[in-house]
Nanobody
Framework: QVQLMESGGGSVQAGGSLRLSCAVSGSTPNQYYMGWFRQAPGKEREGVASIWIGGGKIYYADSVKGRFTISQDNAKNTVYLLMNSLKHEDTATYYC??????????????????????WGPGTQVTVSS
């Protein structure tokens, strides 16, 4: 089990950028998954991006491909989500999540909430049009 804390959310105009951070504390294996998810009011939580730490695979939801970039800084135990060209429909609470079991998964599985066991409290992103 790990503890996760997101930061970097805020309000931005459409077309702008934000970088979210997820600080990871606790013991982690050599390979594990980290994911970014978001949930807008009245909607289900959806996967945005996932990275296989130590495995070298990255997955994105179609809605954010080419605009969002997930990355890691092992020295800081932090995972980032750089969000460019933000749209009003990106408005949501963003969560990071960890799966320490690290099974071999498909891209679709990597973006499903059911893969992940540990979650942060979330950070709000509001994009005004």
């Amino acid at each position: 089990q790990v503890q996760l804390m997101e930061s970097g959310g805020g309000s931005v105009q459409a077309g702008g950028s934000l970088r979210l951070s997820c600080a990871v504390s606790g013991s982690t294996p050599n390979q594990y998954y980290m994911g970014w998810f978001r949930q807008a009011p009245g909607k289900e939580r959806e996967g945005v991006a996932s990275i296989w730490i130590g495995g070298g695979k990255i997955y994105y939801a179609d809605s954010v491909k080419g605009r969002f970039t997930i990355s890691q800084d092992n020295a800081k135990n932090t995972v980032y989500l750089l969000m460019n060209s933000l749209k009003h429909e990106d408005t949501a609470t963003y969560y990071c999540a960890a799966d320490l079991k690290a099974p071999v998964v498909t891209a679709m599985q990597a973006l499903r909430t059911t893969l992940y066991d540990d979650w942060g409290p979330g950070t709000q992103v509001t994009v005004s049009s």
